[in-house]
């Protein structure tokens, strides 16, 4: 139901997605890890707006685990001195045998995707609409990991629809 | 640090804060509880032992790690090695 005429490129999106949730220790997949996998898939329209503006797959990334070490500063808690710790066998990763869901956050965002894609009059859903759909959870990570790297939601969808514009044409 | 102690889990008026850090906390909890199991293991702990310790079943704690730490490890438990040597 969720992956109805989803591209291959969008298929793909959401697949690394999960790929980079689990290599950052998400125990589920978040709105921005499905920005990660977006960038990740490296093409289409979604990923150029978001290039053009600057945001490289590293750079979101350590956004993300910024976003997370700085939750644990919050509380006293220092990621690094925990790391040095725990020693070799620390890593984020969540183990390959645990099942990742989806956040509720991620799901919202390809169902915004979908209406999206309904409201474009489009008969595919591409990672542009997945991008939108992101952008729809104002509150989400993503968009706090797009300002706090300096790009305004706003400056991403008015690029998304140049973009799209000048592929139409 | 009194600027960091002020706003312990979030305080009521940033309740997001505080359930991030809630999130953030579960995720390092993971990765930690993984990582000492690991270390233990490697120490030559037996499962019984490692169990015991965490205060969980034998079986919760093998269901949880045994598969992951045994494709890391092939063979023997390094610890039991070194001791039997």
Redesign the interface.
Known sequence: MMFRRLTDRSRNCVETGFQEARMLGHDSLGDEDLLLGILRADEGIAAEALSSLGVTLEGAREESEEMLSDALDSIGISLEEIRREAGEAFEMRVPDDRRIPYSPRAKKALVEARKKMRALGDNYLGTEHILLGILRNEDGAAVRMLISMGVSPEVLEDRLFELRGRAAS | ?DE??R????GPEDP??GL??V??????L???E???V??AF?AGWSWARIAEVLGVSKQAVHKKHA??IKDKYPGEPPGKKGKSA
């Open positions: 640090m960091k102690t706003t312990w889990v979030g997001r804060e991030e850090a999130v953030a906390l579960r995720r390092l993971e990765a930690l993984a990582a000492q690991e270390n490697v598969g992951r």
